[in-house]
Structures are given as structure tokens and as C-alpha cells.
């Protein structure tokens, strides 16, 4: 695999329904920056919203992906995303006209089929790798999950199912490099035991499913009155209902079941962001155990290298020094909480705050005790991104900037005085509305000391 990021060579669209929601789908997949990653963009929505591929906006597991953010969501992301992550499409812009990806036939198929039909461009940027260097297990014991990465040169799986079916049996499946992933790995269906379908269905689900986009595994006997509620659930009269599977359908290959899985867990890893470099043994994995091994992987991560992207050099003359942060925010001493800014463009911004004992806050937090308070730190922040919302408005001294929500705000260290704080904003999406949403960070010297994700609104001043 190429060592350089890829993107496709041209937009792929396809159309079908949801599986759990059942309305149709338009979905197109555009070509997009390096360094952009892959972004699902809500087209039936107002302002178009982002929701970025990964594993920190995954927020339901329960029968296939979902991810959200800012109130947005996209479900049943594995398949598109297997396809497009494995076959080397590191950059990717989804446009969606729906809450869920079509389902298609239930497999990768004519997704990995569009992509090797349209193929993929090199670009710039260098591929992003994680090199996994220790054993790391992530275990659900009570159900016999288990999923343990080890140290390797290159990405492989080893998976295993086993569900105490009769039906099933145990079934393994591998992908290794140089695999044929479109004729391995893309072709085999999603599946669902008989005994799944009524709680699925009182749950609102599977609105879309039916016979030709899933295999249903019948592991016992049907009695005559139930047969008639599934062919009525189906919409068919002629429906064959015996132990095996579901229209004596027949498998595309003698284990894909667990080939399924192994597609799956794919589509879950890409959720990372960077590619992996390691060995992983999976056993009866599922979209909660391979995202939350991802959240889990990518915390060790951040705690072992979280460290400020921008370098600052006291010695170099400040972008916007105080006197042009007063002209900027309506703020004043002694809640001007930001000292000068090293580093602005249209998508980031990095900013000091020099903490002396001579803040007025130390008096009382606390007397014997000096600790700058954490909510302070979250405002200094929110100062330092609304100097780079600012920016993109002419008369930036006529606005100011307004919470309206912050989330996952994490305390790593004390800030006392003589510490000085680098702060470092980077924009999730698009501004619209003037509405911001960023990733703040608050670093001293190399290490992390806070973290929030914070959204605001620029208005303009009453005169």
C-alpha cells in the first residue's frame, strides 16, 4: 500500500434504502483534501453539517455505527467505511441526504466495486501511522469478547465467531496484506438470527431489511403461527422457514458469517483516523467492543503523545500582541485572560497566558493554596477562539462571542503561578450562522493540562 495519502479520483454516488430507518438514500462520495480524513456532510440538512469519521463521535453501537456530532447523526457507517478505508481512500467528503447509509445488498460490494472501478490518486501528504509497540487487550468477559492487538510491521486480523449455534458453528476468518479485500472481504452479507427479528422490530428498527439484503440464521423449529407473522413481515407468501438459514439461501462463501464480522470490524477501525500497524486477534467482536477499543486506544495515545503542535518562541515578534487583543475582544482586565497570539489562520489559532500570583483570582483560590481555576482556564480558551472567529469578520471590534454549549472539558494538571499557558483552537467544521464549534486545548510546556470541545456564537454588538 502506498505510503502516500489517496483520494478518489472522482465522486461515486449511490442510492438504496436504510436498513433500520427504511427511507431512501442518495449518498455521493467525493474526492477531498489531504489531511481532511473522511466526513459524512448532512445535505438535507440546514447549514449542511459535518460529522468527521471517527471513533470520539460515535455515540450508538447497538445494530451497526453511528456517529454525532452537534446534534447530527449518521448511522450504519461500517460497510462504506470498510470499502473506502481498506482499499486506500484516506480522504473522503460523504454527502448524505438521510440519517443512514443505504444498506444495499448488506455486504461492501458495489461500494468496493465503485471505488476500484473509479480508482484513487496519490496525493502530497505522507500516510499517518500508528505503530503499535505493546500488547493491548480489550475484553467483554461476560460474553466472550475479546480483541488484543500486538506489535507488527503491518496491518492484519485474525477473527473468530462462535455463538453456540448449530447453525453457524465456529467460524474464523482472516485479512492479511495483499488480501483481495473487494472479492475476500466486501461480498459477505450482514446477518441476523430469527429470534432477533420481533425485538429488533419493537425497537423500530430494521425497517428496511428484508430477504435481500441480510441472512437470517433459523436455528430451531417454527411453528406453523409464526411462519405466517414472518411472511407477512416479509411481504412474501412464499417464504421457506426451516432450520439452516432463512429460503435455504445460500452462502457466498462457508464462513461468511465471520467474513462479515471481519468487514465490519474494518469499517470500525478506520473509525481511528490514522492507520494502524499491528496484529489483532479478534474473538466474537461487535461495532460496541471495536469502537470502544478504538476510544481506548486512542486515549493511550493522546496520554502517551499529547503534545502542542505549534512551537512558540518568546523571542519572535507576537502575531497580535495585547494592545491588538484589546482591539479584537470587548474584554478588560481583569478578566482579559489572553496575553498575546503566536500563530492565526482561517482554521486555527494558538495564544499565551502568562500566569503570574499577581491574578486577582489567586486571593481566594486559594489563600494558602494558589490554583488557577478550571473554569477560567475554559474562558481563556474560549477568548483565544473568539480571536479567530473575529478574524473572519471585517469590523471584529463591533461583535463578541458567546458560549452556547461545552463539552468534554477534562482537567489534566494544576496551573499555578509562574506557569505559562499555551492554548491551541482548531475549528471542527465550517463556520455557519456564525456559529463555531472548535477543539481547545491548554497545554503547559509539553504537557496537557486541559481539554473541552466548545461551541459559540458570534453577534454583533448593540450600538
Not at 451497526?64 to 470499502?83: K, N, P
Not at 505503530?131 to 485474525?158: C, N, Q, R, W
Not at 461487535?286 to 503542535?309: C, D, V, W, Y
Not at 497566558?353 to 480558551?381: D, R
Request: some cysteine.
Amino acid at each position: 500500500m502506498s505510503t502516500k495519502q489517496q483520494t478518489l479520483k472522482a465522486p461515486i454516488s449511490f442510492s438504496g434504502k436504510g436498513l433500520h430507518t427504511g427511507v431512501n438514500v442518495t449518498m455521493t462520495v467525493h474526492p477531498a483534501d489531504a489531511d481532511s480524513g473522511i466526513v459524512f456532510r448532512r445535505v438535507d440538512l440546514e447549514g449542511q453539517p459535518i460529522i468527521p469519521a471517527l471513533c470520539d463521535n460515535v455515540t450508538d453501537t447497538s445494530r451497526g455505527t453511528t456517529i454525532e456530532l452537534g446534534g447530527h447523526r449518521v448511522s450504519t457507517i461500517e460497510h462504506i467505511m470498510s470499502a473506502l478505508w481498506t482499499l486506500g481512500v484516506d480522504n473522503a467528503t460523504i454527502d448524505i441526504d438521510a440519517p443512514e447509509t443505504p444498506i444495499m445488498d448488506g455486504s461492501a460490494r458495489e461500494y468496493a466495486e465503485a471505488i476500484l472501478r473509479t480508482g484513487t490518486v496519490e496525493q502530497e501528504a505522507e500516510r499517518k501511522y500508528y505503530h503499535v509497540t505493546e500488547k493491548m487487550v480489550y475484553t467483554i468477559p461476560e460474553k466472550g469478547v475479546a480483541i488484543i492487538l500486538y506489535p507488527d510491521d503491518e496491518f492484519s486480523v485474525s477473527l473468530h465467531v462462535d455463538y453456540n449455534s448449530k447453525v453457524i458453528g465456529n467460524q474464523y476468518a482472516t485479512f492479511d496484506p495483499g488480501d483481495d479485500y473487494a472479492t475476500k472481504i466486501a461480498p459477505c452479507r450482514t446477518f441476523v438470527f430469527l429470534h432477533e427479528l420481533e425485538p429488533l422490530i419493537k425497537m423500530n428498527l430494521i425497517k428496511g431489511g428484508d430477504l435481500d439484503n441480510a441472512i437470517v440464521v433459523v436455528e430451531n423449529p417454527v411453528a406453523e403461527e409464526e411462519q405466517a407473522s414472518l411472511k407477512k413481515l416479509f411481504n412474501k407468501s412464499d417464504v421457506e422457514i426451516k432450520p439452516g438459514y432463512l429460503n435455504n439461501l445460500e452462502l457466498r462463501c462457508n464462513n461468511e458469517l465471520a467474513r462479515h464480522k471481519l468487514l465490519d470490524l474494518l469499517g470500525d477501525f478506520a473509525l481511528m483516523g490514522v492507520r494502524i500497524k499491528g496484529r489483532v486477534w479478534a474473538t466474537r467482536p461487535g461495532h460496541f467492543a471495536n469502537t470502544e477499543f478504538m476510544k481506548q486506544l486512542k486515549r493511550s495515545i493522546r496520554k502517551a503523545g499529547e503534545k502542542p503542535r505549534y512551537n512558540y518562541d518568546c523571542r519572535k515578534p507576537a502575531l497580535y500582541d495585547i494592545n491588538a487583543i484589546r482591539k479584537m475582544l470587548p474584554h478588560r482586565p481583569p478578566f482579559l485572560l489572553v496575553d498575546r497570539i503566536f500563530h492565526c489562520d482561517a482554521t486555527s489559532v494558538a495564544g499565551i497566558k502568562n500566569v503570574t500570583m499577581n491574578e486577582p483570582f489567586f486571593v481566594g483560590h486559594f489563600p494558602e493554596e494558589p490554583v488557577m481555576p478550571g473554569v477560567l482556564i475554559v474562558e481563556a480558551m474560549a477568548q483565544c477562539s473568539g480571536i479567530m472567529v473575529l478574524n473572519t469578520v471585517p469590523d471584529p471590534e463591533n461583535y463578541s462571542t458567546y458560549f452556547m454549549k461545552i463539552d468534554g472539558v477534562k482537567f489534566k494538571r494544576k496551573v499555578v503561578p509562574g506557569d505559562t499557558l499555551q492554548f491551541e483552537i482548531h475549528l471542527l467544521e465550517p463556520i455557519r450562522r456564525g456559529v463555531a464549534l472548535v477543539e481547545a486545548k491548554a497545554f503547559v510546556g509539553e504537557t496537557l493540562a486541559c481539554e473541552a470541545v466548545l461551541m459559540a456564537q458570534v453577534v454583533k454588538n448593540r450600538q
